[in-house]
């Protein structure tokens, strides 16, 4: 890709639309994405420097905007000051754990309050999403990489069935900071026989109206691949 042009890049916070007619962005949010898939892919690793001349070269835009997306996922926790410097935060087990501890309330309420609140439109996108879910285990062989994101799709239409955006945003924070500890936990003990018959009983549950049910059964789910996690990072450490 070519380089922007000096006055291009110094145009912050500029909105332009895309060429397909989607929704404006601007030269920060740009950046703040950029960098924050570059977190999360790995790409930039635990202890890696941010500074803020490489980035603005790597996103090809000022130092503002790269002042700015670092600012923000600071906040997201994906960035932490050391000194002077800022840097990927290292991983650490305990955050894994602490990560759960939080995902264990927040899922179990959504959980509850998608059986308690669901509509019909509701059902109708639960009910996709586990098709789409069902139709990859389906498979010949079925890829748990894929199958993962397809019951994250699935988690993210429960808690849009909440009903409750601010338990919807802090559910979608909670799934960033877990960005950070990739790892294929379907692919650990077997686990990826057990994932759909927990879906499959969750949305039960869900479309029955049976709210302590599917709040038992998510955080029962959310156990295994908590323990899954911490199992393959643990072996990783050794």
């Known amino acids: 890709m070519a380089p922007r042009s000096t006055a291009n890049a110094r145009k912050v916070g500029s909105a332009r639309s895309s060429e397909s007619g989607g929704p404006t962005v601007t030269v920060d949010s740009e950046a703040y994405q950029r960098i924050r898939l ?116 699935l988690h993210s239409a429960i808690w849009q069935a909440s009903h409750n955006p601010y338990l919807v945003d802090s559910l979608e924070r909670s799934r960033i900071h877990l960005g950070r500890y990739p790892a294929d936990t379907l692919a650990y003990a077997n686990r990826i026989n057990d994932n759909f018959d927990e879906h499959l009983r969750l949305v039960e549950a869900i479309r029955n109206r049976q709210a302590d049910e599917a709040e038992r059964i998510i955080v029962e789910h959310l156990v295994q691949g908590r323990d899954a996690r911490l199992k393959i990072y643990a072996d990783k450490l050794d």
């Open 38 to 153: 570059l977190i999360l892919s790995g790409q930039f690793p635990p202890g890696y420097i941010l500074g803020e001349a490489a980035l603005a070269e790597v996103c090809q835009v000022s130092r503002t905007p790269i002042r700015e997306a670092l600012a923000r996922l600071q906040q997201d926790g994906l960035v932490e000051r050391v000194g002077r410097q800022l840097r990927v935060p290292p991983r650490r087990l305990e955050e894994i754990l602490a990560i759960y501890e939080l995902r264990f309330l927040l899922e179990g309420f959504a959980a509850r309050c998608a059986a308690e609140r669901h509509t019909p439109f509701n059902l109708i996108r639960i009910s996709s999403a586990l098709d789409a879910l069902r139709e990859l285990y389906d498979a010949d062989e079925p890829d748990s990489v894929a199958i993962a994101a397809a019951g994250a799709k």
